[in-house]
């Protein structure tokens, strides 16, 4: 096929600008998931608070929280309140298996000391919190790949069109957008990274314990430790705000990449978001051939945040020698 650099010049800066307009989008949005995230965090924060806070208020001499006064017998009122708790959770909430496989690991029997029968709630608070904020990342990730591939076949459509290329008919990617949602990233879905042994859960629920045992002390000390456990949970929304953007960039790297290969694209070309690190900025305007991409190796997302994108582009002949990627960057494996 023919095509004159004018012609193709043209098509490029318009691609180009294209992305970086959706970039910026993209970057608005952020507000948006941003707010739905802190509401599960801090919500959960305020509930485990105000557990701790009754826990003290509750069991605490002037001197302050004892150990042996923790782990007294809890009364049957309030391991049956658990009991309660538990089974109104588990009917009103679709927990995922992870969570359900969690719960039944903290099954509490009824000789119990109070200091488990706290744990045991503030457990089912965690479990709670981290299942809305897999649902939520899960169903923003099917609705960003579903958004993502028909904005794909339109730039297509339309890339086809004015490169003369005949029959310019678009191909949908056959398979299921959940196999994009749950494909491995570094070794991991995001799933894995909410549940497994290193995720956010086991990790929160180690500091939060953590903590328990630390407040057996005067109030001076039970508010510093205090302090220092809500810290934990504006880490662990901002945790989940980084897996959330990440995973949104993935998604939209990998439809990209299938929508290319399912329409005969050979090539990705990289475009940097406009405050990219040195990495993604070195990489701004390089063609690299969609069979080469690794997605997190040498195509977006580079690292957590990643706000970069790219568009596709078919290795073409001009009418006076070379090709239409001259003017990019050469990739270097």
Not at 120 to 148: F, H, K, P, W
Not at 258 to 281: L, M, Q, R
């Amino acid at each position: 096929m023919v095509l004159t650099k004018t012609r193709q010049q043209q098509i490029a800066n318009r691609n180009y600008n294209r992305e970086r307009r959706k970039i910026a989008e993209w970057i608005m949005e952020d507000v948006d998931q941003e707010q739905l995230i802190k509401g599960i965090h801090q919500a959960a924060a305020e509930r485990v608070g105000n557990m701790i806070d009754e826990f003290y208020r509750r069991y605490a001499g002037r001197e302050g929280l004892s150990v042996e006064e923790a782990k007294k017998k809890a009364s049957a009122f309030d391991v049956t309140q658990y009991f309660d708790k538990a089974r109104k959770a588990v009917a009103e909430k679709d927990f995922s298996p992870e969570a359900n496989e969690w719960l039944r690991t903290y099954n509490l029997k009824m000789r119990t000391s109070r200091l488990e029968v706290l744990k045991a709630e503030i457990n089912l608070e965690l479990l709670t919190m981290y299942d809305d904020e897999e649902g939520l990342i899960e169903q923003s990730l099917l609705d960003e790949v579903e958004d993502e591939m028909e904005r794909q076949r339109e730039i297509i459509r339309e890339n086809k069109e004015q490169a003369g290329i005949l029959g310019n008919s678009v191909v949908s990617p056959s398979q299921d957008y959940r196999n994009i949602v749950k494909a491995d990233f570094y070794g991991a879905d995001f799933s894995e990274r909410i549940w497994g042994r290193t995720g956010h859960y086991q990790e929160m629920q180690r500091d939060v314990f953590n903590s328990l045992a630390n407040i057996f002390t005067d109030m001076m000390g039970y508010r510093k430790e205090r302090d220092r456990l809500m810290a934990k949970f504006n880490a662990s929304e901002n945790e989940a705000m980084r897996l959330l953007k990440t995973e949104m960039a993935r998604v939209r790297a990998d439809s990209q990449i299938e929508s290319g290969k399912a329409n005969g694209f050979t090539h990705a070309i990289y475009v940097a978001e406009p405050t990219a690190c040195d990495v993604c900025a070195d990489l701004d305007g390089t063609a690299i051939p969609l069979d080469d991409i690794r997605v997190g190796e040498n195509f977006y997302p580079m690292h957590p945040n990643c706000k970069c994108s790219s568009y596709m582009q078919i290795k073409m002949d001009y009418v006076d020698g070379g090709t239409n990627l001259d003017e990019y960057k050469d990739y270097e494996p």
